[in-house]
């Protein structure tokens, strides 16, 4: 079987957020045709901190990071195939989902909408995806 490159882009709203952490974590890989997108925290991109914010504000945050991600990768948001939101609170479905279909639209990916009983940040989502890369 041919082996399959892999590359890790940067992308510079999560710079800071991994001179923090000691975590063995790639905000993003391309390999082949594929973009795979980690579960993404609606860290401050300026900082690497993570504010408190609504559930909306997160969303949208995540989101742009999704996007960023994504474009360093050569994708885009309308080429997401699949996403996995996790979420800690289930009564946030309906504001992450009005959020949601502010980014994505008509494009309406395959999608799992999870909800999880323990966290381990001062948050309350994630989202990762996968997508085909342009």
């Known amino acids: 079987m041919p082996r399959i ?3 890790k882009p940067a992308v510079p709203a999560f710079a800071k957020f991994a001179e923090r952490i000691s975590v063995p974590f790639s905000p993003v890989v ?4 594929f973009v795979f997108v980690s ?4 860290v401050n991109p300026e900082t690497g901190d993570y504010d408190i914010l ?3 504000q997160q969303a949208r945050r995540v989101l742009e ?10 994708s885009g948001l309308d080429r ?9 609170n289930p009564s946030y479905f309906a504001a992450i989902n009005t959020v949601y279909a502010e980014y ?3 494009l309406k990916p395959g999608r ?19 997508a085909l890369a342009n």
């Open 104 to 106: 994505f639209g008509n």
């Open 54 to 56: 609504t559930i909306d």
């Open 112 to 130: 799992i909408f999870i909800c999880t009983a323990g966290w381990f940040g001062p948050f309350d989502m994630e989202i990762d995806c996968i």
């Open 80 to 88: 997401v195939v699949k996403c996995n939101v996790y979420c800690c």
């Open 5 to 7: 490159e892999m590359t």
């Open 30 to 33: 391309r390999a082949g045709d």
């Open 65 to 74: 990071h999704l996007k960023s991600c994504l474009e360093a990768a050569g």
């Open 39 to 42: 579960g993404l925290a609606p």
